[in-house]
C-alpha cells in the first residue's frame, strides 16, 4: 500500500475548544467540529508523519479500535477535509514549501 501523508492546509481557521477543534475552510467557508479521533487526526497532520503510522500509534492506542477499520475510517475523513481544502494529501512526505491543495501527487 502506498503511503498517505497529510498537513493541514494554510488557509483555514481553526481553534481548540474544550478538546475539540473547530476548523474553517477557506475555500467554501465550511464549519468542521471534530471529534476526538479528527482531533488527534489534525494535530498529527505534519506533513512527514504517514497516516497509517497516525493510525496504528496514536488512535488505535487511544481508542478501542483495530487498525484496518480506523485506517479505513481516517481515509475517508481525511479525504473529506482535503475536498474542502482544509488538509493536504500527498503519496510523498510534504514539505512547506508546498502548495496547499485539496490533494497533492
Not at 468542521?32 to 489534525?42: A, D, H, R
Not at 477535509?81 to 493536504?88: K, N, P, Q, S, Y
Request: charged share 15%.
Amino acid at each position: 500500500m502506498t503511503p498517505v501523508y497529510i498537513a493541514k492546509a494554510t488557509q483555514v481557521a481553526a481553534r481548540s475548544l474544550d478538546g475539540e477543534m473547530m476548523i474553517m475552510s477557506a475555500k467554501d467557508s465550511t464549519l468542521f467540529t471534530l471529534n476526538e479521533v479528527g482531533t488527534l487526526i489534525w494535530q498529527s497532520a505534519d506533513g512527514t508523519t504517514p497516516l497509517n503510522e497516525i493510525v496504528e500509534q496514536k488512535i488505535c492506542a487511544e481508542f478501542d479500535i483495530g487498525p484496518s477499520e480506523a485506517l479505513t475510517d481516517a481515509q475517508g475523513f481525511v479525504n473529506d477535509l482535503a475536498d474542502h481544502g482544509i488538509l493536504v494529501v500527498s503519496s510523498s512526505p510534504i514539505t512547506a514549501a508546498m502548495p496547499a491543495q485539496g490533494a497533492a501527487s
